[in-house]
């Protein structure tokens, strides 16, 4: 896909690869070593990924973790795939963020991925 800004990504950026997935720095981070973790194929839909994809794409997501852990040692973090444009999803072509959590970068971290939704992030 010419327009696919992940279809498209500069073989230099890419932090660490698979047979079917690739990891890169985002763009606009939410924290230091923020990484995506990219499926190669084009689909929007992470349902839509074959189970060798699925499979492939998770075991990439462990590498980058162990990877952010080595070079940012990270006491936490944050996994999440946006699906569909009513999740908040930017760019049709799936993609896992894997957010390094520091102590103290946020207030109050309860609920984590929760927060998607602000006022039922606190329980």
């Known amino acids: ?5 992940f279809c498209n990504v500069n073989d230099s950026a890419i932090i ?3 047979k079917y997935s690739f990891a890169v ?8 070593g923020h ?4 499926p190669k194929s084009h689909i929007s839909n992470y349902f839509a990924l074959t189970q060798n994809e699925k499979n492939d794409i998770w075991k990439l ?10 070079k940012y040692s990270p006491s936490g973090f944050n996994i999440g ?13 799936v993609h896992i963020h894997l957010i ?24």
């Open 61 to 70: 997501t462990d590498k980058a973790s162990e990877f952010l852990t080595e």
């Open 81 to 93: 795939i946006n699906v569909n444009k009513s999740a908040g999803q930017t760019i049709p072509h």
């Open 1 to 5: 896909m010419k327009e696919c800004p």
């Open 100 to 123: 390094p959590r520091y102590k103290n970068d946020a207030k109050d971290p309860t609920g984590g991925v929760r927060g998607v939704i602000p006022e039922k992030q606190k329980y």
């Open 35 to 38: 990484l995506l973790i990219i």
């Open 25 to 32: 720095y985002d763009k606009f981070p939410v924290n230091k």
């Open 16 to 18: 660490l690869e698979s």
